[in-house]
């Protein structure tokens, strides 16, 4: 909100309370209501470089029908056609240091699709000049008991990193990479249909990456903390 109205984010804070609300960050990005909050970790940290640590995630959506979903027509009409289409599921991978970030939507979250989208990812990464060399994630089967995401971890010169069982907040900054996501694209307009949200993942992502400031960088965008490539 300080970004867009051009006011101090402490000022924005201070007008909030005045008036009861509570602050954006504490509110589901869709209804609007306030999250329960959660433990977060007191240690604080910040690997050196770009590549010393990079967070994966996978983020489920419910797909768009054609003509849109209940956010365009509205939650009365909802037709069964419209029921059942499925989930889109959205692979995340955001470098600790520099917090540049990458995602593709894919069919579905097993270890071989882990796999590829890791794969994908690290290419991704060195072609901004950057080499993974440590990856965390959580400890779902995808990630923890496939032998094809292990070989794409060790094929690109990954070492493997898990949080511990039931702490998501030591994975905090791709669990916050998907928040932003969710607001900034996948909810931030009634799209008409799957293709045209899938569309405007790219775009997002570039604006995400090269233009839009991140407070934990005094600022500036991801790409002002990237090497540039070789």
């Known amino acids: ?34 999250i329960r909050a959660s433990r977060t970790t007191r240690l604080r940290y910040e690997r050196q470089a770009p590549g010393d640590l ?48 990458y995602a593709e939507i894919l069919p579905d979250e097993k270890g071989a699709t882990c796999a590829g989208f890791w794969r994908r990812a690290a290419a991704w990464f060195a072609s901004h000049g950057i080499t993974v ?19 794409a971890l060790t094929s690109t010169g990954a070492q493997h990193l898990t949080i511990r069982p039931h ?23 009634p799209y008409t249909s799957n293709v045209a949200r899938a569309a405007a993942l790219d775009p997002w992502l570039a604006t995400y990456n090269t233009e839009r400031g ?11 903390r990237v090497p540039s490539p070789t």
Not at 145 to 151: E, H, I, R
Not at 167 to 189: D, H, M, S
């Open 1 to 34: 909100m300080a970004e867009a109205t051009g006011v101090p984010a402490r000022t924005v804070t201070r007008i909030l309370t005045r008036h009861g609300r509570p602050p954006l960050a504490v509110l589901d990005p869709v209804t609007g209501m306030v």
């Open 54 to 101: 990079v967070h994966i995630d996978v983020k489920k959506l419910g797909k768009i029908p054609d003509g849109g979903g209940w956010r365009v027509n509205g939650r009365a009409k909802r037709p069964r056609r419209m029921r059942g289409l499925g989930y889109d599921y959205v692979h995340a991978a955001i470098d600790d240091h520099s917090r540049l970030g």
């Open 133 to 151: 060399r440590q990856v965390m994630s959580d400890n779902a089967l995808n990630y923890v008991n496939s032998t094809d995401f292990a070989d």
């Open 167 to 189: 702490c998501p907040w030591q994975n905090g900054k791709v669990e916050r990479f998907n928040r932003t996501l969710a607001i900034e694209w996948a909810y931030r307009q």
């Open 214 to 224: 991140h407070h934990a960088l005094g600022g500036l965008p991801p790409i002002s």
